[in-house]
């Protein structure tokens, strides 16, 4: 299929996009990597009235170290951020989770905001800033505003970003003294969405589990220092509060199943990694 007609908009600097929203908000789409974007174009999911491409934007393109935590750009590639230099050693959870998206071919394209934006609850990056307790900054002509990342997720492909909003930039703490994480993920296919995806934070104080692909946003719990048997109650606790549905990919059933197999296969192997 081909996309409706839109206007095409070549941002040369961000307040130009920030006069387009402002203005006409509710008919514009921000284009940056286009992997999420430019499909929903084709297939006539989204039908702007303008699409502005941010992506030449070199103030939106430098990753940095502030406070503690990685900021991300709106421009910047997936890939940029899990070829930066020493990841894994700040942010291990990205480092783990990230080759999980996609192929080369779209991390190459695909940006960390976009995914962000398009919120798929089966995605790895929107999992990773609930685990990390992350956050996004938005942007309007009324100025900037932050949003962690719990209450940014509101729904199935639904965010707290307002039509004359964008995300300019998301913060991924860093690496927690003396905390283990991991990150496993099951899906039909390399490079596919997640049927269920894990990402596990051990501290000396307790327990951390975000679950993706299984509710319509990532769901975070924390427990204390638990093993054995609590440990199964607890998994089992949260695979059934989670809205598991049966679909073309996997049963409920399937889901419920994975949350308690591979989440605690996930914590212990936080576990291992801790100290």
Same mark, same amino acid.
């Given at each position: 299929m081909k996309p409706a007609a839109f206007d095409y908009v070549r941002a040369a600097h961000i307040d130009e996009v920030m006069a387009l929203l402002g203005e006409e908000g509710d008919v514009v789409r921000v284009l940056a990597g286009g992997q999420s974007l430019v499909a929903m174009l084709n297939m006539r999911l989204a039908q702007p009235g303008v699409v502005v491409d941010i992506s030449? &934007?070199?103030?939106?393109?430098?990753?940095?170290? *502030?406070? $503690?935590?990685? !900021?991300?750009p709106a421009a910047v590639r997936q890939a940029g951020l899990l070829q930066r230099p020493g990841l894994a050693g700040t942010h291990p959870l990205l480092a783990a989770a990230m080759p999980w998206i996609g192929h080369p071919q779209t991390r190459a394209r695909g940006t960390v905001c976009g995914s962000l934006a398009h919120a798929d609850p089966s995605a790895e990056l929107p999992l990773c800033l609930v685990a990390l307790e992350g956050a996004v900054t938005l942007r309007s002509k009324r100025g900037p505003r932050e949003v962690a990342a719990v209450d940014f997720f509101q729904g199935l492909m639904t965010t707290a970003c307002a039509d004359?909003?964008?995300?300019?930039? /998301?913060? @991924?703490? #860093?690496?927690?003294? $003396? =905390? $283990?994480? /991991? @990150?496993?993920? @099951?899906?039909?296919? *390399?490079?596919? @969405? /997640?049927? !269920? =995806?894990?990402? /596990? !934070? !051990? %501290? %000396?104080?307790?327990?951390? &589990?975000?679950?993706g692909g299984v509710d319509d946003v990532p769901v975070r719990r924390q427990w204390g220092r638990l093993?054995? #048997?609590? &440990?199964?109650? =607890?998994?089992?606790e949260l695979a059934w509060s989670l809205s598991a549905r049966d679909d073309q990919h996997a049963d409920a059933r399937l889901r419920r199943d994975l949350v308690r197999s591979m989440g605690r296969a996930t914590i212990e192997e936080a576990q291992a990694c801790s100290g």
């Open positions: 030449r &934007l070199d103030a939106l393109k430098a990753i940095r170290q *502030d406070a $503690g935590a990685v !900021v991300v004359d909003e964008m995300i300019v930039e /998301a913060r @991924f703490p #860093s690496r927690r003294e $003396g =905390a $283990g994480y /991991a @990150f496993r993920e @099951f899906a039909r296919r *390399d490079g596919d @969405f /997640a049927i !269920v =995806a894990c990402a /596990a !934070v !051990v %501290t %000396t104080e307790g327990i951390e &589990l975000t679950v093993e054995g #048997s609590a &440990l199964d109650d =607890a998994l089992n």
